[in-house]
């Protein structure tokens, strides 16, 4: 965090703001709703929910006493004193990156194994790896897509540094990164017959979201449900889904354009939420490593009121 004092001034629409210090993970949600135009745009490229966006805002505009943002339609546009404090934010944050790239750029070199599951590859993990290339750029990284138990099997083996996964690891240091809804998903063109057999669209042993889905039905006393397609990667379960062949049950992660959310008024029962962590190996780590994780926990954890 870097400390920023307002200097009185009459023609200063933040006059009346007393000097105090701002938050500058804040000031970064700022200015990426004011690059996106949306809280859920700015989320995505954050790596948070929308929740947490609108509440980290809302912690922003007590802070200061003044509104930020007025609502238009469905959305929200910033006011004049919001536009104003991103005009100083963009500054802020620049030279807070500047600062942390120069002192980090001279220690920082090495090369680090990273994991993620494949249906965290297009949101978690992208903002990860170019927080990485922006603060430490001497950093080599190797990137490992895989199942998330494959990946701490590979963690434990030592062929993988950090990974982001699914499991709990309690022998291993991590921290929480995002915490997902859990639900139904069929292709944006399904036919949902309830009076029919469930075709369910599970990945092989061993699979978390196959054990939710299971134990979810069972709970449910759910019976009238069969395993239509079975396939050892994410990739074939995507392609079954489109294609159409039945319902899977995954975190909203998993989802694209080209599919939809069933739920309870198909009498489908609730799923838990799944939580994504990034977990670092205990031991042998380089200092470079450790650095890097360290780096990605002060920018992505996942505080308590940031779950939905």
């Keep these: 965090m870097i400390y920023y004092e307002m200097a009185p001034s009459r023609s200063a629409d933040l006059r009346d703001i007393p000097m105090q210090n701002l938050d500058t993970t804040l000031l970064r ?4 709703i004011e690059r996106t135009n949306t809280f859920s745009g700015a989320a995505h490229i954050l790596s948070k929910t929308q929740s947490a966006v609108t509440q980290q805002m809302q912690r922003l505009e007590e802070q200061l006493g003044c509104t930020l943002f007025l609502k238009k339609g469905r959305g929200r546009i910033l006011t004049p004193r919001g536009r104003q404090l991103a005009e100083h934010a963009r500054r802020l944050l620049a030279i807070n990156d500047e600062a942390l790239r120069a002192l980090r750029e001279t220690q920082m070199e090495g090369e680090i ?37 494959f990946l701490m099997e590979a963690m434990a083996a030592g062929e993988i540094d950090l ?37 369910l669209i599970l990945a092989d042993e061993p699979s978390i979201f196959r054990k939710i889905a299971l134990d979810a039905l069972e709970r449910a006393n759910h019976k009238n449900w069969h395993i239509n397609y079975l396939a050892p990667t994410l990739v074939g379960i995507k392609a079954a889904v489109r294609a159409g062949l039945g319902i899977t049950a995954r975190s909203t992660e998993f989802l694209g354009a ?26 042998a780590l380089s200092p470079v490593t450790m650095q890097v994780y360290d780096m990605l926990k002060e920018r992505f954890e996942q505080k308590p009121t940031e779950t939905k």
């Design 29 to 32: 949600t700022l200015v990426t």
């Design 113 to 149: 194994r990273f994991g993620a599951p494949l249906d965290v590859a297009d949101t978690i993990l992208p903002p990860m790896l170019t927080h990485i290339a922006q603060l430490a750029p001497k950093v080599r990284l190797e990137i490992r897509v895989d199942r998330s138990p």
């Design 163 to 199: 990974s982001i996964s699914t499991r709990v690891a309690p022998d291993m240091r991590g921290f929480a990164v995002r915490t997902s809804p859990t639900v139904w998903i069929c292709a944006a063109g399904y036919v949902y017959k309830k009076s029919a057999p469930l075709p």
């Design 258 to 283: 080209d599919m939809r959310v069933l739920g309870e008024a198909e009498g489908l029962p609730p799923l838990p939420p799944m939580t994504y962590w990034l977990w670092a190996r205990s031991d």
